[in-house]
């Protein structure tokens, strides 16, 4: 059974830094594409980005360009978010997600159970 699990929530001030992981089981995760949602209250769903098997970039959402990165950790079934010059409008809960195929309006087959990230202004 595949499980994601993200770390790394909490509350900080606008400006400051955060990073978030998430650690897959269940698989390998050699070769799934990994990646971020958030969702804030009364939002609809944001896809932030996702990284391939190799760490390479496949998407990063202008929302959040330049502020926030994505990496593959040293295993293929660690990835982290690092997020900096946060805004209050970055408040939200975040969800790690896998599959095995990235596409277009990416509707990734496994989610974390999400955390949540408020920002304070």
């Avoid at 830094?17 to 949602?37: H, I, P």
């Amino acid at each position: 059974q595949v499980q994601l699990v993200e770390s790394g929530g909490g509350l900080v001030q606008a400006g400051g830094s955060m990073r978030l992981s998430c650690t897959g089981s269940g698989r390998t995760f050699s070769n799934y594409a990994m990646g971020w949602f958030r969702q804030a209250p009364g939002k609809e769903r944001e896809f932030l980005g996702a990284v391939s098997w190799k760490g390479n970039n496949l998407y990063l959402a202008d929302s959040v360009k330049g502020r926030f990165t994505i990496s593959r950790g040293a295993y293929a079934n660690t990835m982290s978010l690092q997020m900096n010059i946060l805004k209050p409008e970055d408040s939200a809960v975040y969800y790690c997600v896998a599959d095995t195929i990235y596409e277009r309006n990416w509707g990734p087959e496994y989610w974390g159970q999400g955390t949540l990230v408020t920002v304070s202004s």
